[in-house]
């Protein structure tokens, strides 16, 4: 008989379950039908007569990793869901394993068919939502953020392509997309590229490539409109390259982008006249004084700077879109922060691009929160992200969509309990993880 869905039973009164608050999420998967929907868009590429198909063993693992697994054998951890009649069995290891190689021999045919049921699931998970559905309440002047961000995971084995990075360690590099839902919502998680560890920071194909796929995950605004201006892109430098900025803004979407610069920067900042200077905005809105530090836009003065004059700016505003501002930022760093050559007067000058308008103090709020997405990265690695058990490269990448399945999972059941009214508000540090565990202990049913 094919289980393709997380079916909850009627435990008798008696019944006592460890780990029993895994039962949220399995309901999630299954009121969202996680597993048909991969199942469905995977037809005509596994075999039909399949007991644990792609769709269930990618739920069950991921209702695994929810409660800390850290290898396929760890499947045992939702026995005792099992064993009191709370869902259905679940897959072996052995079987989970012969559906990762089968996703990587796929390969890229299955790519499509899986990003296009993440959409089918999000779009559903977002309607339950009602009036804070992000496709409802995005604006152009409150958009809706995808960040882009790469990190790195050690590999403690010769593993498939794995190899040294560029934190002289030996691993992987991936490059993620996430959505930022908010201060007090957390964020989804969109798109991973698994990638060997000596993938460069700002390699412009892994950008694209991800931030496609991230796309095309991506719900429909509920106007039916194309998204537009109501998207934002935000990442730090490693993403500012003219190949992406050029392909967002022929997408029509907004992009905030951090900015490499010569020694010349300093000297900019350095002469900035007083009236050119914003004060950045302290995290509860309040200015602080430009002794502090100073935001400044200096698109016009590069734009003036000659280029025969020494030393050289290297940027050249010509080759980028039309209407790309370049936003400077010059604060104290933080205590044992090393300077760099475009540090001047003791202070840390780093630079952001942008097609936004707006004041520049405003758009350096917007794109601080970037460092949110840090936090997504450490959920996912506590969810798996960091472990990659298998030795193919393939079938890792096949175990992170799990991850990623499980990560959402989490964010869903949160908002969408928010919205029932069965908690006090959202609030995503509620939701990490690590807390999740500590509160599915024992209990009676």
Known sequence: MKTTTITIGAPSPRQICSNAGLLAFARTATHLAVTDTIDDALTGQQSPNLTHTVGSTMTSLALALILGADDVSDINLLDPLVSTGLITQVPSDSTIHRRH????????????????????????????????????????????????????????????????????????????????????????????KLRTGKAGANTVADHLDVLDAALASLPDHADGQPWGRRLLIRSDAGGGTKGLIEHIESLGHGYLMGFRGSDAIGIIASTTGKAAKSHILRPDGAPATLATGFIADITGRIQTWAPQRPPKIGINLDNYPAGMR?????????????????????????????????????????????????????????????????????????WILSVMLAHNLIVYTGLIDSIAGHGHGHRWWGWEPKTIRARTSASPQ
């Not at 049921?117 to 977002?126: D, E, G």
């Not at 760099?340 to 630079?351: A, K, P, Q, W």
């Open 101 to 192: 190689q089968e996703l990587a021999d796929l390969g890229n045919n299955a790519r499509s068919p899986l990003t296009a049921a993440m959409k089918t699931i999000r779009t559903r998970a977002w309607n339950k939502l009602g009036p804070r559905n992000p496709a409802t309440r995005a604006t152009v002047d409150n958009p809706l953020v995808i960040d882009l961000d790469a990190t790195e995971i050690t590999a403690h084995s010769d593993k498939e392509l794995a190899s040294a990075t560029w934190k002289k360690h030996f691993g992987f590099h991936p490059l993620c997309a996430f959505i930022d839902l908010g201060d007090d919502h957390g964020g989804e998680v969109l798109s991973i």
């Open 326 to 398: 370049v936003i400077m930022k010059a604060e104290h760093p933080a205590s044992g922060a090393q300077l760099t050559i475009t540090d001047v007067d003791g202070r840390r000058v780093r630079l952001f691009v942008t097609n936004l308008t707006g004041q520049p103090q405003r758009l350096d709020r917007a794109y601080s929160r970037r460092g949110r997405c840090e936090q997504r990265i450490k959920n996912l690695k506590d969810l798996g992200l960091s472990k990659l058990p298998h030795h193919g490269f393939g079938m890792n990448q096949a």
